[in-house]
């Protein structure tokens, strides 16, 4: 695989993860933050075990699990708000 064939493959993947990520945000709010300590977790172990693009992928998913915009939590929202996610 070509350099930016494999980099489309990852940005597809991270859009899969995003997407499955909000579906269960919907269900559980706390999913998120969950999601994104995990995804910590398999930061340092990617990082120690020398996989430096892989471990910045991860911590990409990770950084976008706390982006209220797209995982908006109970504070974030006026009483009166409806959620629709997109």
Do not use: W
């Not at 709010?29 to 996989?51: D, E, T, V």
Request: hydrophobic share 40%.
């Amino acid at each position: 695989m070509s350099g930016t064939s494999t980099d489309q493959t990852a940005i597809g993947m991270m859009e899969i993860a995003i997407c499955l990520a909000q579906i269960l945000h919907e269900t559980d709010a706390s999913a998120a933050r969950r999601m994104n300590y995990a995804a910590g977790k398999i930061y340092n172990r990617l990082k120690s075990q020398g996989n430096d693009e892989a471990a910045e992928l991860v911590y990409t998913f990770g950084r976008t699990l706390l982006d209220r915009e797209i995982f908006p939590t109970d504070d974030d929202l006026p009483e009166d708000a409806e959620v629709h996610v997109t």
